[in-house]
């Protein structure tokens, strides 16, 4: 049996640059993230605040869903974060506790 995956999008803001990313141990990609420990987007552009994730049975229905997610309007990407987050709060706190 294959463990959760998890497609996420972090900001630097409201009103700011969003990433959509997936991965299988959320807690630890959302840190490394955090931490500037790789290189490339989310180091560049200070994107680091976890305001969206869906969790999905296999890697392969996340990265499905990622794919799509990255083609979507900006708009349509903001609409999925306020439902589940309306106040855009840093959901890394809630994964750990």
Known sequence: MEQSSYVYI???????????GVTSDLARRVYEHREGRTPG???TYGVKRLVWYGTFSSIHDAIHA???IKRWRRSWKLE????????WVDLYETLNG
């Open 10 to 20: 972090l900001a630097s803001g409201r009103n700011g640059t969003l990433y959509t």
């Open 41 to 43: 987007f989310t180091r």
């Open 66 to 68: 990622e794919k799509q």
């Open 80 to 87: 999925l974060i306020e439902k589940m987050n309306p106040q």
